[in-house]
């Protein structure tokens, strides 16, 4: 089981539910370190002072800002103890809104909330009454010494919670838009749509696989035994289709084919 990182109570109206916050999520990613080729040793990095060149030890590291002109303002921990509180261990609800009022561009990370003994028959009021209406409360929470906002929303049993990124984090998207007024035709779009009705379907995470991972997986199970890999097949060469309607017609043979293989297997 893993550990929680924060404990609180989330504040319902006059309602105060105790609870405990797990992450929900942890990378996969294989992690590598940087190594001598020679004796595979470490390489370790120091921190090095680029005006007198000596090494820097941790306790004489302060945090300094760098404005755009090149100017450096060196804040000290007083210059940040009249700064709003980001420490507190309640979890307001300020608001309630449908679930797909929200941009999923906002989430940052998801969160496990587990109630304490005590507040376990109000985290399931929450839970069943957000289930009821379709709902998810907003709320504004202090993780990690930092304010954010927070989406809390029922799944399944449990109530979860996704932290939210502020406004002015969001990049402006209108550079990634094609410039001018881009027509297609209604024949495209209707094979377009034909494609998507075959590769449509309820969503099941267990159904994919990092194959990437996978396969480095075995590249490196391969080093560890000192043994070799046998070559990787030749992935076939695609033709090139200027035709949009003949590109989705065929995609849509291809999606047509792997349905019949799976459902033959």
Sequence with gaps: MPRSIWKGAVSFGL??????????????DISFRQVHRADQGRIRYKRVCEVC?????????????????????ILEPSDFADLPAADGKTVDVVQFVD??????????????????????????LLREALAETGKAAVVKVALR?????ALIRPVGDVLRMHTMLWPD?????????????????????AMARSFIDQLSGD???EAFADDYR?????????????????APEAAPQEAQVVDLVAALRASVEAAKKRRQEAAAS
Excluded at 53 to 73: C, H, L, N, Q, T
Excluded at 99 to 124: C, H, M, N, Q, S
């Design 214 to 230: 996978e396969a480095l997986e075995k590249v490196i199970e391969a080093k560890l035994e000192g043994v070799e890999l046998p």
């Design 15 to 28: 309602v105060t539910i105790p609870v405990k916050v797990y992450g929900a999520t942890e990378e996969k």
């Design 203 to 205: 969503f099941d995470p």
């Design 53 to 73: 060149g000596e090494e820097v030890p941790f306790a004489e590291i302060v945090k300094g800002y760098e404005s755009a002109d090149g100017r450096m303002a």
């Design 145 to 149: 010494s930092r304010e954010t906002l």
């Design 169 to 189: 984090e969001l990049r402006d998207s209108a550079f990634a838009a094609p410039e001018g007024e881009v027509k297609v035709s209604k024949a495209e779009v």
């Design 99 to 124: 679930v797909d009022d929200i941009d999923p561009t906002y989430f940052d990370r998801t969160y496990f909330l587990e109630a304490e003994k005590v507040g376990t028959k109000p985290y399931v």
